[in-house]
Nanobody, 122 residues
Framework: QVQLVESGGGLVQPGGSLRLPCAAS????????MAWYRQAPGKQRELVAT???????NYAGSVQGRFTISRDNAKNTVYLQMNSLKPEDTAVYYC????????????????WGQGTQVTVSS
């Protein structure tokens, strides 16, 4: 059993900042890539940022330079630091992890959190 739990969402004014943590718990042997996605009302879910087990990061063009993804491997936690927030960043933010549960099963599976709402409005 694996759970991903996001937190840190809320209402923030344009130009403000938020930090979203996502902690993975349960039966986890190793985690490969961790990522953040978001879904705005009436839109498809989109990739925001990824970070692999070596710390290599990638960002969507719309958040490049404003958002920073990081991870703490000892805590199985990924973070999304969001600065200079804009109204168009309003969405439900989802955590994703590509992980392996046991040493004897080499297959990695995708897991998702339940999402946390971020609203950017004055």
């Amino acid at each position: 059993q694996v759970q991903l739990v996001e937190s840190g969402g809320g209402l923030v004014q344009p130009g403000g900042s938020l930090r979203l943590p996502c902690a993975a718990s349960g039966s986890i042997f190793s985690i490969n890539t961790m990522a953040w996605y978001r879904q705005a009302p009436g839109k498809q879910r989109e990739l925001v940022a990824t970070i692999n087990s070596f710390g290599t990061t990638n960002y969507a063009g719309s958040v490049q330079g404003r958002f920073t993804i990081s991870r703490d491997n000892a805590k199985n936690t990924v973070y999304l630091q969001m600065n200079s927030l804009k109204p168009e960043d309003t969405a439900v933010y989802y955590c994703n992890a590509d992980l392996r549960q046991t040493s004897y099963n080499p297959i990695y599976y995708d897991y998702w959190g339940q999402g946390t709402q971020v609203t950017v409005s004055s």
